[in-house]
């Protein structure tokens, strides 16, 4: 089982709609949780992080943690094509091992 | 404020030559990354440096790899000698401590003929 799971897409939606991106982690230990935006031939660029069971919201986006079901998601909402990238979930390790796993990423393609 | 840099953005080589790749972190981030993406992959760590101490190298293939980073600061990724399955984006990120966010530099794309 691969430590983060994400659907790898492509996920498409039209402009203005609600994206809904979904991630799963084996590791129950985890501590801290991340949201990396990557446009195609750049690097990860960091846009949401969440420590805590709920939600957090940052303008368009709202990350929400459920640590009982090992489960991460990101909406983003009023989507606009500039959303249009892969969007890269990743995991912070427990105790001393503060290793962030990344999953494959999510393509999302925002349709005007 | 600057960013991570690295060098070089891009990088031909053929198979069994060796390769460097150079990275300076945000200034004062204490702690430095070195990843490697392949395409349609997330990054996957190779070796983590807290200050000049390698404190987690267990990704890292030994055999071929290498990676310093003296003084704490800048650091160089060494391929010698590179495979075709080397070809990939290099990473190189930077964070002030272990549980704050990780910042990424542009990569370096390495493609092994």
């Known amino acids: 089982q691969k430590e983060v799971e994400q659907n790898s897409g492509p996920l498409s939606v039209p402009e203005g709609a609600i994206a809904s991106l979904n991630c799963t982690y084996s590791?129950?230990?985890?501590?801290?949780f991340f949201w990396y935006r990557q446009y195609s031939g750049k690097s990860p660029e960091l846009i949401m992080f969440?420590?805590?069971?709920g939600d957090k919201e940052d303008g368009r986006f709202t990350a929400q943690l459920n640590k009982a079901s090992q489960y991460v998601s990101l909406l983003i909402r009023d989507s606009q094509p500039s959303d249009s990238a892969t969007y890269l979930c990743?995991?912070?390790?427990?105790?001393?091992?503060?290793?962030?796993?990344f999953g494959k990423g999510t393509l999302l393609t925002v349709n005007p | 404020e600057a960013g991570v840099v690295q060098s070089p953005r891009y990088k031909i080589i053929e198979k069994k030559q060796p390769v460097a790749f150079w990275c300076n972190p945000i200034?004062?981030?204490?702690?430095l990354y070195w990843y490697l993406q392949n395409l349609g992959q997330g990054p996957e760590l190779l070796i983590r440096?807290?200050?000049?101490?390698?404190?987690?190298d267990s990704q890292l293939p030994k055999d071929r790899f290498s990676a310093e980073r003296l003084k704490g600061v800048d650091s160089t990724l060494k391929i010698q000698p590179a495979e075709l399955g080397d070809s990939a984006v290099y990473l190189c990120?930077?964070?002030?401590?272990?549980?704050?966010?990780?910042?990424f530099g542009p990569g370096t794309r390495l493609t092994v003929l």
């Open positions: 990120a930077s964070s002030w401590g272990l549980v704050n966010e990780q910042f």
């Open positions: 590791d129950r230990g985890s501590q801290s």
């Open positions: 969440i420590y805590s069971n």
């Open positions: 990743a995991v912070n390790g427990r105790g001393s091992n503060y290793k962030l796993t």
């Open positions: 200034s004062g981030h204490n702690t």
């Open positions: 440096y807290e200050n000049e101490e390698a404190v987690d």
